[in-house]
């Protein structure tokens, strides 16, 4: 009898096959993590969106339900003088959101749209839109 030293070429290939057909059924599920996390950013800024305007709004309101802007930590929101929700600007919802690290603002659009850093939007998008007091998530195309 031989002493066997190793394994031999086609338990090697065994091993090689099944590693593979292990890959193969759990890459898919991984590489969806990505657009998870996209999704996932998308409502943690709505969520800031939504809780900047409802401050705004409650600041507007404790100080009289008049004028056209409030101060939040120290920083002057312009605020629509009817309702109190920050207005459609950089000097309003951008101004109350004070920062939207990670995320790219195009205050030109109506709505306003807060987008993934990174991300190019395409059919669908990927964004957080915002006018005058509502909020909403877009997240079919993350």
């Keep these: 009898m031989r002493n066997q030293n190793g ?7 065994v091993v090689i096959v099944i590693l593979g057909i292990l890959a193969a059924t759990a890459l898919p599920r991984f590489s969806n ?12 800024m709505l969520g800031g969106v939504r809780s900047a305007a409802a401050l ?3 600041s507007w309101l404790v100080g009289g339900s008049s004028g056209t802007s409030v ?7 312009t605020v629509s003088g009817t ?11 951008g101004n109350a959101m ?3 690290d990670g995320f790219t603002a195009d205050y030109a659009a109506t709505p306003i749209t807060f987008t993934p850093n990174g991300y190019t939007p395409g059919v669908g998008g990927c ?9 909403s998530a877009i997240t079919g195309g993350c």
Excluded: C, H, W
């Excluded at 993590?33 to 943690?44: C, E, F, P, W, Y």
């Design 83 to 93: 309702t109190g929700y920050p207005a459609n600007s950089a000097a309003g919802i």
């Design 98 to 100: 004070q920062s939207i």
């Design 33 to 44: 993590l990505t657009n998870d996390a996209r999704r996932g950013s998308v409502q943690g």
């Design 56 to 58: 705004a709004k409650a």
């Design 71 to 77: 101060t939040m930590d120290g920083v002057n929101v």
């Design 127 to 135: 964004r957080v839109e915002y006018n005058v007091g509502a909020a």
């Design 7 to 13: 394994f031999t070429l086609i338990e090697l290939i």
